[in-house]
């Protein structure tokens, strides 16, 4: 019979988490994780198999419990007001000063560099996100709030690709102050 476990696995994910949002899959070794979560290497592979492993719990974690609450947002409000409460969320965050960008897509770019399944969860993150939108939108025409000649999905991939430079921005101290601009933009092109 094994000894008890004497950690909460939640927190050692949390914790793995942070070490990856602040330096990334590829910069963080086994030896930072052990050193931040406290547990020892063998207890690491035992529970969580590899690196990966750990990786894919920690995304499924900031899905789950960070980054929900902003998603959340279009689930409970698919509408025109929701897509607006929903861009100023994510302005509001890349303009503060400790902003370090959003773990899922930090890791878009680096597809390549993490596993496939890592890979798979971030990719259907961002097309959950863009879904969402779409619905929003679709809503929204339905609602008179937007026109009916919109191209609902077109405009629901550009408020996407809009976010990721707004992360990208939100990573770069010279960048952060024309972030509140693109609010304005992209409802600019919504009513237009």
Known sequence: MGRPRTYSRDAVIETAMSVF???????????????ETGLNTASMYKEFGDKDGLFVEALEYYRGHVIGPRYQILIENPNLAGVEMFLRNVMTGAARTEYK???????L???HLISADAAMQVGAFCAEVESLIETALLNAQSDGDIGPEKDARQLA???VFCVHGTVLYGRHDAKKDVIPDFYDMIMGVLHR
């Open 157 to 159: 991939s550009f408020i």
């Open 21 to 35: 949002w602040r330096n990334g899959y590829m910069a963080t070794s086994i030896s930072d994780l052990v050193r």
């Open 101 to 107: 960008g959003c773990l899922m897509m930090n890791h």
């Open 109 to 111: 770019a680096q597809r």
